[in-house]
């Protein structure tokens, strides 16, 4: 178990996936994280993933771009208004 430097345990949690069907695309999560772990995405109405500014996107996604950088620190967490973020413990 890791500590924080006052020596409390610290569980990082790390970003697995985010439930595309609940996410709102608020990006919330993008700004706060110091990472290179999210994405911002478009979805066209077909359900299908397409650039972030594609003229087809329908809504507003987040994605995982790369789960490997996170570090776990619970910052996306702290501001998402879904329960569109899911998370594994290290
Ligand atoms: S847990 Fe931290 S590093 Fe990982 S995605 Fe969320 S804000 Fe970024
Ligand atoms: S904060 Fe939550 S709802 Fe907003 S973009 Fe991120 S995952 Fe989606």
Redesign the pocket.
């Known amino acids: 178990m890791l500590q924080t430097r006052g020596g409390t345990a610290w569980q990082p949690?790390?970003?697995d996936v985010i439930n595309q069907d609940v996410c709102i695309g608020c990006a919330r999560?993008f700004k706060?994280?110091?990472?290179a772990?999210?994405q911002p995405a478009g979805m066209t109405e077909d359900g299908e993933q397409v650039d972030f500014d594609d003229d087809e996107a329908f809504r507003k996604i987040m994605t995982v771009e790369d789960a490997a950088?996170?570090?776990?620190?619970?910052?996306?967490?702290k501001v998402c208004s879904t329960t569109a973020m899911a998370f594994v413990a290290a």
């Open positions: 949690n790390y970003l999560c706060v994280c110091p990472r772990v999210l950088d996170c570090i776990g620190c619970g910052a996306c967490a």
